[in-house]
């Protein structure tokens, strides 16, 4: 993974994402709803990974009651930008997976639209539930292996998604499965190159460089309609969204 990369990619979205990022405040918002559903409001302390421009991180501070909001992100500008909302929210910068081990125990665990970056979710969950308290809380979204396919049909590249069940079986061992659902969102765009803005408005064109000419574009044009056999311009969104509580 090109942290690097990724990191240069959502930092330039930054002032694009909320306005385009249709399916990942969504996501929040589902994530967000369930998890209120479980009827605990109170906790001493959260952590929230990948906590992006905010969608979350607006909805902990005006729903929720803590004591310490842990945020956490690769873009130190996200995490100062939300730093100043409250004197309870502490930053942690850098990738979660390399710093792990070095945060305290929390009552719940936030993320919405960041694990498919993890690359050994096996090992990450493991240490997920060492962090977490008796009966804390993990709450996240994510997406599956239908996310972005046309793109993958179309440039040859792509993340490798966990199927819901997939995700499920990693999480058995270590917790009791709250919440989970999984489903399709496609949208729509007139053009080939209104769908590529898309990605780069919203930073998800992070898995590698590509520099894209007149030329280059017309010739992935093509690709995407042959490749995908039609000739309307869609983009799949396979949202995954699963809440369990640490078991005893």
């Keep these: 993974m ?5 990191s240069k990619r959502f930092l330039k979205a930054a002032n694009s994402y909320n306005d385009n990022a249709i399916v990942q405040k969504k996501m929040a918002d589902l994530l967000f709803d369930n998890l209120l559903k479980i009827n605990k409001k109170e906790y001493k302390k959260i952590l929230e990974i990948g906590c992006g421009t905010g969608f979350v991180t607006d ?3 005006n729903e929720l009651k803590f004591d310490k909001l842990l945020i956490n992100d690769i873009v130190d500008e996200y995490c100062n930008l939300h730093v100043k909302k409250s004197e309870k929210i502490e930053k942690i910068i850098g990738d979660i997976t390399n710093i792990i081990e070095n945060i305290e125990k929390v009552d719940l665990v936030l993320s919405n639209a960041t694990f498919q970056w993890i690359e050994d979710k096996n090992i990450f969950f493991e240490q997920l539930a060492k962090k977490l308290t008796d009966d804390g809380i993990l709450a996240f979204s994510t997406f599956g292996p239908e996310n972005f396919k046309e793109i993958k049909n179309t440039f040859g590249i792509g993340l490798e998604y966990l199927t819901d069940d997939e995700y499920l079986k990693l999480l058995e061992n270590n917790f009791e499965i709250i919440y989970h659902n999984s489903y399709i969102e496609k949208l729509n765009f007139n053009s080939f190159i209104e769908l590529l803005k898309h990605m780069k408005l919203t930073g998800v064109n992070s898995i590698k460089h590509f520099v894209l000419n ?3 574009i017309s010739h992935y044009q093509q ?18 969204i699963i809440i369990g509580k640490k078991k005893k």
């Design 214 to 216: 007149n030329y280059k």
């Design 2 to 6: 090109n942290l690097s990369l990724l």
């Design 59 to 61: 909805k902990i501070l």
């Design 223 to 240: 690709k995407y309609i042959e490749n995908n056999n039609t000739n309307s311009y869609i983009l799949t969104y396979n949202p995954i």
